[in-house]
């Protein structure tokens, strides 16, 4: 059986190669292949950026056996799709072949574009919501509105919606099974995106020469194209502690437009001697290895749907900052989220933490046993229960 899954994931195609590829491990080759539990093939509709050649160490391959890709235009900001807008539309009219079913990772603007268009085949599909739009597009209010009015109405159409959240999404954007009733044609789950193996856990933190030596704390972004992952309150926090004298170092994860933007905003701030900026890694073994090296991870998000890199965090023991929007609640406990702009905030809970590592200690147990409950075979035998759900209205159908 074949499936279409329409992603916002950014795709990059080796031109020389003729191969696909992604910025980070996140959309590698095992994250497509988690559907290929239960279908036969995967059609992954996805933007792609043209570049004439990868660096393999940074990259991740994205493809793989059973799993191809159909491309779409790399269109990005409010021109690129206000221009692009017709030559999306008539792409997606050629797009859906023979797929027996599909899956739209949203929200994103291309993805309810083809959705328009699959729904006109009359084949079972489902929705898979990763993040709240009013959130995810901040900087673009009349895009918020809009993709929030949109996933309202099609988490009520939908044969199958899966939340990243547990509560959060499912409040704000019920599927037709939440409002009125499940069936078989009908259903809803909740699982997140994350890839998480065991091998991937670290072992509860032991903090009792903190209070003598420098704090390391850690912040991860794949995408460092806005300020949506908080780093301006971020470097403004560490000028605070070194302000109240806190030997402190920063270590950001990430790359993106912007990235040069904070990197010089650190040399504003008198903090460029404790404050790194690593880019990318598209080994999760190299990332692992720096949340060890870590001792806590400062994440003061503004939107999210349940951040994976909190949940990773997590996993290796660290304690962790971040802020209360969406699914985060389902991660931290309410003294460990501050408001995203409360620099204030973020410094003093620092200083107490430094202070107190019998606290940074029970923290990290704490963390490790609640991300336990996304290591992957825990979350693969939820999602295979929603894909077979899909399934099984293609069977019943014909």
Known sequence: MKLLVMSDAHIVKDKKKGKYWCRTAVHGYDFWKRYLDVFDEVNVVARVQQVDSVNEEIYALAEGPNV??????????????????????SLMRN???????AIFRVPSLPTFM??????????????????????AYKSNKVAAVLLTGKLKKECLKANGVSYVTQFFLEKKYPSY??????????????????????????VPRK?????????????????????????TTLLKVVAGLKERNVNVELRCIG?????????????????????NFLGLFSDKNDLRNELLESDLFVFPTQGEGLPRVVIEAMATGLPCLSTPVNGVPELLRKND??????VEGFIERIIYLKSNPREMEEISLR????????????????????????????????
């Open 68 to 89: 191809k890709f159909t491309e779409l235009p790399f269109i990005r900001g409010t021109k690129g799709y206000i221009f692009g807008f017709f030559k999306l539309k």
């Open 95 to 101: 797009i859906i072949t023979d797929e027996d079913v």
């Open 114 to 135: 083809l959705l328009n268009e699959y729904k006109k085949t009359g084949r079972p599909y489902g929705l898979e919501v990763i993040v709240d739009p009013k959130d």
């Open 177 to 202: 099974s939440i409002k009125y009733h499940e069936s078989k044609y009908h259903f809803d789950s909740y699982y997140s995106s994350i890839k998480l193996d065991k091998t991937f856990f670290g």
């Open 207 to 231: 903090y009792e020469d903190i209070t003598k030596r420098k704090i390391k704390i850690i912040h991860i972004a794949s995408a460092i194209n806005s300020d949506i992952k908080g780093h």
């Open 255 to 275: 790359d993106g437009d912007r990235r040069k933007y904070y990197e010089e905003m650190s040399t504003k701030l008198g903090i460029s001697d404790c404050v």
């Open 337 to 342: 989220m501050f408001d995203p702009f409360d």
């Open 367 to 398: 963390n490790i046993n609640k991300a336990l409950e996304y290591e992957d075979s825990v979350l693969q035998k939820r999602r295979n229960i929603f894909y077979k759900r899909l399934r099984n209205i293609v069977t019943l159908l014909n």
